[in-house]
């Protein structure tokens, strides 16, 4: 079985800039989550699709943050303008849905702001 | 709301010593709880997870955790520890719905032989 896929695994722009990560789940993973990780801590939620519909996003900082699902299937978040404190690792995660069986998480996309 | 606390940043031990990790939970419902680790530049892969049932749960890499609800604890414990397991290791904790996994802050184990 494929796992959660995410790119780029890098990237480095200066601040006001525009960026966006693609995640291409597990097959037939219904949920999907894209987490925010700061150096020295845990990660966060920033938004959870059930298909292509949204299901928690309060933790997402809509002025520059957006995030979309089409089709229920591949996920893109994007950043405009990015300031530095959103330097941190952005992780996908994609879930059957099924309550409690846990996520599997991509590798994760390194976003350094300067 | 969930919450969790990790009271440990930093565990350093020796190589083929036990070790636990601590993790305390705070939930105003019934909760799943789970243990995940991070190895550098990757993601976050499960170790073990509480759902229901026995409160002593097994996983992977020889972890286990103890599910104390009367402590809304659920410490991460090795009987002997590899050089391979230096990493940071997460709890977090979700309610029984479709809710969203709360993490704590991390606990590194550093292993040094």
């Known amino acids: 079985e494929a796992g959660v896929a995410q790119s780029p695994r890098y990237k480095i722009i200066e601040k006001r800039q525009s960026v966006a990560f693609w995640c291409n789940p597990i097959s037939g993973h219904a949920t999907l989550y894209w987490y925010q990780q700061i150096l020295g801590q845990g990660p966060k939620l920033l938004i959870q699709f059930q298909n292509n519909g949204v299901v928690d996003d309060s933790q997402l900082p809509k002025d520059r943050f957006s995030a979309e699902r089409l089709k229920g299937v591949d996920s893109t978040l994007k950043i405009q303008p990015a300031k530095l404190e959103d330097s941190a690792v952005y992780l996908c995660?994609?879930?059957?849905?099924?309550?409690?069986?846990?996520?599997?998480f991509g590798s994760g996309t390194r976003l350094t702001v300067v | 709301a969930q919450s969790v606390t990790q009271l440990d940043s930093q565990v350093p031990v020796f190589e083929e010593a036990p070790v636990e990790l601590r993790c305390n939970y705070s939930s105003s419902v019934s909760v799943y709880l789970f243990w995940y680790v991070q190895y550098p530049n990757q993601g976050l892969q499960l170790l073990l997870k509480y759902l229901s049932g026995s409160t002593l749960v097994k996983g992977i890499n020889g972890f286990e955790a103890e599910f104390n609800k009367s402590q809304t604890s659920f410490h991460l414990r090795k009987p002997s520890v590899h050089i391979s397991d230096t990493a940071e290791y997460f709890c977090?904790?979700?309610?029984?719905?479709?809710?969203?996994?709360?993490f704590g802050t991390g606990t590194r184990l550093l292993v040094s032989p």
């Open positions: 995660a994609s879930s059957l849905g099924d309550r409690g069986y846990g996520y599997t």
């Open positions: 977090a904790v979700s309610g029984t719905g479709f809710q969203k996994l709360v």
